[in-house]
């Protein structure tokens, strides 16, 4: 079932893609390649990324723009982060995960962080937990997570500094495959498992998914957002036929 009307999208991604057969239209709330290709994602980060957003709730496609912004490689210039931040501002989402950042400050894309902030899109992005700081995450009112190796999935803590930190594994695999062997469980993993992924783009879609699922769960904007372990003044997303039962996609 939804977890937000369809208009305006949920969530904003800036990423790989997403797994096959996803088509952009209709399935993608929105969805652009600045080299025209197509959304699905080639390099995997992207698929782990969805799949640790739906480790706290079911998200379906048709509730997500995509900026396509890597297609060869992880890495990307200014120039090229602000033009996926100018994207999104056109139609701007509820939450966007960026889960990336430059080692300085940029005027253009610093506009339009603030373009979208003042639109109300509440913006999560990954953060190195040592070292200097990188952007967006650094600037005042964009919520900077890192990752923490101790930490299991759930609520992220908040420290001193406002920054907040999350379980810095990847979930593998999706709600269909549940019973997949994860980072965090404790012994060894089953023979020929893969390394597992790691890093703050992970903790920040931890932190994210479980901000959603708490959204859900409140279903209004109330008091006693802090305490249930969401951001101050969190976007509260609101299930539409939260009366019919029923399961997501």
């Not at 900026?67 to 931040?85: G, M």
């Not at 994207?87 to 080692?103: N, V």
Request: hydrophobic share 40%; proline share 14%; aromatic share 8%.
């Amino acid at each position: 079932m939804p977890v937000m009307p369809r208009w305006p999208p949920t969530l904003g991604l800036i990423d790989s893609g997403v797994p096959p057969g996803v088509a952009p239209r209709p399935r993608l709330a929105r969805f652009h390649s600045p080299v025209g290709a197509d959304p699905e994602d080639r390099l995997g980060h992207g698929r782990a990324i969805l799949a640790t957003l739906r480790h706290y709730l079911p998200l379906p496609p048709r509730e997500i723009a995509l900026y396509k912004l890597f297609e060869d490689r992880l890495t990307a210039d200014a120039a090229a982060l602000a033009a996926a931040f100018e994207w999104h501002a056109e139609a701007p989402p509820a939450w966007l995960l960026c889960s990336l950042g430059l080692p300085r400050a940029d005027a253009r894309l610093g506009a339009a962080v603030a373009r979208l902030r003042q639109a109300g899109t509440r913006i999560v992005a990954s953060s190195p937990r040592f070292g200097a700081p990188v952007y967006p995450a650094a600037w005042p009112g964009v919520i900077a997570v890192s990752g923490a190796a101790g930490l299991l999935p759930g609520p992220p803590r908040k420290s001193r500094d406002g920054r907040w930190y999350a379980c810095v594994w990847a979930t593998r695999g999706g709600p269909e495959e549940g019973g997949a062997w994860q980072p965090w469980q404790m012994g060894p993993p089953p023979p020929g498992t893969p390394p597992p992924l790691g890093g703050a783009s992970f903790a920040a879609a931890h932190a994210l998914g479980y901000w959603l699922a708490e959204s859900v769960a409140l279903g209004s904007a109330s008091s006693g957002e802090e305490r249930r372990g969401l951001p101050e003044r969190s976007v509260i997303i609101r299930d539409e036929n939260a009366e019919r039962p029923g399961k997501g996609s």
